[in-house]
């Protein structure tokens, strides 16, 4: 049986070979002398040579020193730190199914505490997360990994669902800003 297999697939290789041959234009399968290909190759490229690119400064060149960043007027305005967005998505809550247990950091899971899981922002990070439904936000610690169920950005704890108002439709869209320390 085993050389029936070898013979089919054999056959259908040398098939495929002998394809690939025919459809080789003659200028290919003609052979070719050294010399004629070296001046093939000087002859596609003599061109470049007229034409290097200067790379002198420009007179229009811009100092990179003298730029100030534009200040962002709502984070002025709000007196607060606004923090980096990172994002927008579904976040959904955990609670007294998971309370008690293990997180991905190593602490207990607390339904109470302001927490949430992030799948790759680190343990500790401060997030702030608003429901732009209501205008309400929380700020969260990361301290454990997830959500699990595709399309969620964010796991929020119990408390912090309820603190946006997530708790009665069990998920939301949310909007997440990264805050520093």
Known sequence: MDGICFNIRHGALRGFAFAV????????????RADDSADAFAANFAGMAKAAPAFAAASHAVNLSTITPPVDDQAADDGDDAGQVIGSGIASYYGRKFNGRPTASGERFDMNALTA?????????????TNPRNGKSVVVRINDRGPYSHGRLIDLSRAAA???GLVGPGSGTVELALLDG
């Open 21 to 32: 041959a025919l459809a080789l234009p003659a200028s290919l399968s003609a052979p070719v």
């Open 162 to 164: 309820s603190e946006i």
């Open 117 to 129: 899981a992030h799948k790759t922002l680190p343990f500790g990070s401060k997030v702030r997360v």
